[in-house]
């Protein structure tokens, strides 16, 4: 089954065609809303997936449409992508010697009828302290540009990483085996799309 990935996102094309996915990229290319505007963090992350679905429809694609949209929180302050070096830093700097979330609102839209399915996956991670020296070979490194918290996990043994409780992909940004299930569940149901 083909899908169309409404984002710009290196990590989760390759995360999507690792795990077998047939993927044509097509970005929603929208100015998003910010998620602590909405009154329920988690309806808000979807309603922006849904948002960038749509968006990648008026566009014309046809098929099954998956949009998400990922973000940080620590300490209750929602990290998206930073702004620039000195954002960057702080947003490390605040999740140096904690436990913090990943969240994903997700959205899987078949164009036909814009029929949705969509949902929220929360992974928690644990990670060590910075040294001030790891900080800055991270920031001169450049990895932290255009990702949610500024941090992309480095696998398969991240050095800052101390636990991950929940599903691994999600921090990449897509929860895979939530995936997976719908999509079975839409198979099942007749409901491919067309």
């Given at each position: 089954m ?7 996102s ?17 970005p929603?290319d ?28 008026a ?12 973000v ?13 070096r ?19 609102g ?8 814009q ?8 992974t928690?991670i ?6 001030d ?7 001169d490194g450049?990895?932290?540009?255009g ?8 696998l ?5 990483v ?24 839409i ?8």
């Open positions: 083909r899908l169309i990935l409404a984002s710009q290196p990590d989760r094309l390759e995360l999507l065609r690792t795990a077998g996915y047939d993927v044509l990229v097509m929603a929208l100015a998003e809303p910010d998620p602590a505007s909405f009154s329920d963090f988690d309806a808000g992350l979807m309603h922006i997936a849904i948002m960038k679905a749509r968006a990648v429809r566009r014309g694609a046809e098929g099954l449409i998956l949009a998400a949209d990922t940080g929180v620590v300490a209750g302050e929602i990290f998206g992508k930073p702004r620039d000195a954002d960057a830093r702080r947003m490390l700097s605040a999740m140096s010697n904690t436990v913090h979330e990943v969240c994903t997700w959205c899987l839209m078949r164009t036909r009828d029929l949705h399915w969509t949902g929220c996956e929360h928690s644990a990670m060590r302290a910075w040294t020296d790891e900080l800055q070979w991270y920031l450049g990895e932290w540009q990702k949610s918290g500024a941090y992309g996990l480095q398969p043994h991240d050095p800052f101390t636990r991950i409780d929940g599903s691994l992909s999600n921090v990449i940004g897509i929860p895979l085996e939530r995936l997976a299930t719908v999509l079975r569940e198979e099942q149901a007749g409901g491919v799309p067309g």
